[in-house]
């Protein structure tokens, strides 16, 4: 069964090398593309079937035992999120291909899309996979040389300037993430996870606590934490709409992934959660504010992603099991959600050309088909029962409850007020660009085209069937936290000799 | 053999980062890639001091208790090719600034720029009202918006 792991890493590399070489023929191109991605979203539902019935499953790269070689480790975490992941990134092909075929040719440029998009899914799945702290670097820059490329696709000026941002701050990331490496390797003469798990406790708490907040700075500016989120709604809007949409969907993601990863198996002790849970609500708010303020549709969604990664960073930084549970089930659901409400915005660009609000008016008959979707999209983000939205923020408002104390008390108080203002916000744009009478007659724009609208159902779909596998989904949650809080079964799968 | 991390290597270590820190500060995309490139080098010093310092750590050549420690030059080798990818897609992106624009200078955001100035006149936005309809708009007929998009430069 270990010889599956590799294979999500592997499959959209091979896939990238066929599409670069089959550049002249977008036919082909999509053929590959959707293939090499069905294929390993098969790989990761296999591979989460296994990690829940066997515990972690380790592959060992060039058959070098774990402390020595690369390990790569599929724990029930990493799998939940690779089956997630791989079912928006599919999602995302599938829009940006009928985008692109409604374009005929116009703008993307699809001998670079189709190759970069791959190379992104393989930097993402690495990124979950990886077993030491070196090789997770490896994954983060994989994704991040192609999202720099897919987010200046086209080099125009927009995006060239707002791009130009993006890549500074991301490759300042790295280069912390790089100094963190450094140190820890320094520290302890490994960087294996499972080992470091164990080597980490021997050292004295000053130099363990500097390597956890370095780290948590690298993994902060990545995932979009306040106040190191600044650059993420100036850079993502400018982008494509599937572009912006998986951006929004995984990479925030793959860095909360890194916190949780981080915080629970190599900094298992309580220090820096003050730290995560003043930043968790800062992040909130000041998001959330953000979006209220802004009359783009596209920029008022990377807002309220923004603040939507405070609420997982407020259920690691309670670091109990329920925390735990509540932050992954919002990871999973978050992705879903936000990817979503990005396509739709982009079916809105599509249908009138303009994602500004001040422009916008009379969609709900224009386009009621969108209007459903975005309706959906919204109040399961704002978090109205029966949607996944509700039952993510409830499970993290009950585990800041059991906690108690004055700081979990205050996040229960402002998580609430976050999700009743991403209800104003979301009606908000109900009300302008749906609801209110139309602006000056506009050309006929052609239909929009099937395989965009079938995307975005298809994640509209996954998004409330969230609430219907909710029971077994969180059992399956609880689980991972327990696996993650124990410790021993991640380090035990890794080194079946005992770590020293 | 050379005595490994001493003062010196850590002085040069500052010395690059910092001098780097201070040119990511300036508005400048090549000043900025200067930047990037020392604190690179710099990071990549830093890894190789963080392992033991010895022989060539080549099994029948050196003796085993006198090797240096190969995995953090491994490490550095990744890192070095990794920087240099991204100075050479900084370098494309700082040449198609200047071709675009005729300056490689990194601009404020636009869209909070215009929030800024509308916050400092105390503008309430006529589209929250969402009473009216979208041609009857003030802010469409006194303050069009700068147009969004692509491709039209």
Redesign the interface.
Known sequence: MSTLVPLPVVLPLVGAALTLLLGGRPQAQRAVSVGCLSASLVVATVLLVQAYRQGPLVAQIGGWPAPVGIVLVADQLAALMLVVSSAVILCVLLYSIGQGQAETGE?TPVAIFHPTYLVLTAGVCNAFLAGDL?NLF?GF?MLL?AS??LI?L????????????Y??VN??A??IF??S???V??ATGT?NLAQLAARLDALPDGVRLSLQLILLVAFGIKAAVFPLSAWLP?SYP?APAPVTAVFAGLLTKVGVYAIIRTQTLLFPGQQADELLLVAAGLTMLVGILGAV????IK?LLSFTLVSHIGYMIFGVGLSTAAGLVGAIFYVVHHITIQTTLFLIAGLV?QRT?????????GLARMAPMVGVLFFVSAMNLAGIPPFSGFLGKLGLLRAGVAVGGPLPWTLVAVGTATSLLTLYVAS?VW??AF??????SRPSTPPLPALMVGATVALVVVGVGLTVVAGPLFEYTGQAATDLIERTPYVRAVLPGGAS | MSAGANLVSFVTIGVLVGCGVTL?LERS?SR?LLG?VL??NG?NL??V???RSGEAPVVGISDEAAMSDA??QA?VL??IV?TF??TA??LA??Y??WY??GDDE??D?L??QE?VRRAARREV?A??L??????D?P??IDAP?PP??????
């Open positions: 703008s070196f490896v820059e040389a720099f490329v200046t086209n080099g125009t000026r927009l995006r060239i300037r707002t791009g130009s941002t890549v500074m490759i300042l790295s280069m790089l100094i490496v450094g140190l390797y320094a960087l100036d400018t303020a802004q009359s783009d920029r660009e050309g303009s994602t500004d609000l001040r422009r916008l008016g908000r009300n302008i609801w209110r009478s139309p602006c000056e | 990511l995309l900025i990037v604190i690179g990071v830093l890894i001091f963080g392992g995995l953090p490490m990744t890192a990794i990818g991204l897609f900084l992106i700082s198609r600034s675009l624009n990194v601009p955001d869209e909070d929030i936005s589209t929250d969402a009473t009216e309809p979208a041609a708009d802010e469409q918006a969004r998009g692509e491709g039209r430069e």
